[in-house]
């Protein structure tokens, strides 16, 4: 069974920075392709970020693009996403999630994602 547990969230201002961590377990983390989405009150869940299973390759949401960083230590089976310039509108609940097939690319799309953590709360205050 794969788990995914997201830590690191929190209450930060504007313009300030946090990293949110996803610890998986149940299976071969090097082997898949990992991406965090967000969903804020009353919206649906929006793609934030996605990366291949080697590192290699990211791909980033425009409304993120040049603030945030996603990046994964293998050996560690962790993913990361280095949040910083944070604005008022990135509050959310942020997510991880993984695909079922080994060897597939990321997509923007929750729909094609199969496991999911539980989330992690991230407040921008203005």
């Known amino acids: 069974q794969v788990q995914l547990v997201e830590s690191g969230g929190g209450l930060v201002q504007a313009g300030g920075s946090l990293r949110l961590s996803c610890a998986a377990a149940?299976?071969?983390?090097?082997?898949?392709?990992m991406a965090w989405f967000r969903q804020a009150p009353g919206k649906e869940r929006e793609f934030v970020a996605h990366?291949?299973?080697?590192?290699?390759?990211?791909v980033y949401a425009d409304s993120v693009k040049g603030r945030f960083t996603i990046s994964r230590d293998n050996a560690e089976k962790l993913l990361y996403l280095h949040m910083s310039s944070l604005k008022p509108e990135d509050t959310a609940v942020y997510y991880c999630?993984?695909?079922?097939?080994?060897?597939?690319?990321?997509?923007?799309?929750?729909?094609?994602?199969?496991?999911w953590g539980q989330g992690t709360q991230v407040t921008v205050s203005s």
């Open positions: 999630a993984t695909r079922r097939q080994r060897y597939v690319t990321g997509s923007a799309y929750s729909t094609d994602y199969d496991y």
């Open positions: 149940g299976r071969t983390f090097s082997n898949y392709a």
């Open positions: 990366i291949s299973w080697s590192g290699g390759s990211t």
